[in-house]
């Protein structure tokens, strides 16, 4: 909404659920040139496995795979060129661990964190850092529409901090990981949960 951005800032929208929104977003990158890329927009949808539609199941992995590889495609070769980039890839805690009914969601994110790491592989050298962040029970939109409040609480019982986390928290290290002091992190899959997959 107008008057929400700062004077000097601006943005543009794209629909990451079509080939063409893509397509669209794709060519306005390759003219801007960013140095740094951060792929965060996400859809996750609940369901028993044996009850997943294919068409959810495509529509997840074209918004949360499919639309940050051609992000990432567009955006390295001038990040190549100028020999600096860095690349933040938001996963979850389910591209660490499993949990029932996210089979889409979890493809998603595994596979974002396998191409991720294959990208830092190979762009590393040339001074792009690539990695993944994986929030873990953030209080989100997303977590709100897709979990009840005793849904919720049962899932705050497996973190030690016994909290939601704020999307402030990741933001902030999102932030760094993405700047000129990340200077030797590059293929990795951080964890930002309260200590949800490490206890």
Same mark, same amino acid.
């Given at each position: 909404?107008?008057? &929400?951005?700062?004077?000097?800032? #601006?943005?543009? %929208?794209? #629909?990451?659920?079509?080939? %063409?929104?893509?397509? *669209?977003?794709?060519?306005?990158?390759?003219?801007?040139?960013?140095?740094?890329?951060?792929?965060?927009?996400?859809?996750?949808?609940?369901?028993?496995?044996?009850?997943?539609?294919p =068409? #959810?199941?495509? !529509?997840?992995?074209?918004?949360?795979?499919?639309?940050p590889?051609?992000?990432?495609? =567009?955006?390295?070769?001038?990040?190549?060129? *100028?020999?600096?980039? @860095?690349?933040?890839?938001?996963?979850?805690?389910?591209?660490?661990?499993g949990? !029932?009914? @996210?089979?889409?969601? %979890?493809?998603?994110?595994?596979?974002?964190?396998g191409? &991720?790491?294959?990208?830092? $592989?190979?762009?590393?050298?040339?001074?792009?850092? $690539?990695n993944?962040?994986?929030?873990?029970?953030? !209080?989100?939109?997303? /977590? @709100?529409?897709?979990?009840?409040? =005793?849904?919720? !609480?049962?899932?705050l019982?497996?973190?030690? =901090?016994?909290?939601?986390g &704020?999307?402030?928290?990741? %933001?902030?290290?999102?932030f760094?990981?993405g700047?000129?002091?990340? &200077?030797?992190?590059? *293929?990795?899959?951080?964890a930002? #949960?309260?200590?949800? /997959?490490?206890?």
């Open positions: 909404p107008e008057g &929400t951005l700062p004077d000097g800032v #601006d943005y543009l %929208a794209a #629909d990451l659920s079509t080939a %063409a929104g893509v397509d *669209g977003l794709c060519t306005e990158i390759d003219a801007f040139k960013p140095t740094v890329a951060v792929n965060c927009a996400g859809i996750n949808r609940i369901s028993a496995f044996a009850e997943i539609d =068409a #959810d199941f495509e !529509e997840i992995q074209q918004i949360n795979v499919t639309a590889f051609r992000i990432c495609r =567009a955006a390295v070769p001038n990040m190549k060129a *100028g020999g600096w980039g @860095r690349i933040v890839n938001i996963a979850s805690v389910w591209s660490k661990v949990k !029932e009914f @996210r089979a889409s969601y %979890a493809t998603s994110k595994f596979g974002l964190v191409m &991720t790491s294959a990208l830092a $592989a190979e762009v590393s050298e040339f001074g792009i850092l $690539a993944c962040v994986s929030p873990g029970v953030i !209080e989100t939109e997303m /977590t @709100r529409s897709v979990l009840d409040d =005793a849904q919720i !609480e049962g899932l019982q497996m973190v030690p =901090a016994r909290r939601l &704020t999307p402030e928290e990741v %933001a902030r290290f999102v760094w990981l700047g000129p002091d990340n &200077t030797f992190i590059s *293929g990795q899959n951080i930002i #949960d309260g200590g949800m /997959t490490r206890v």
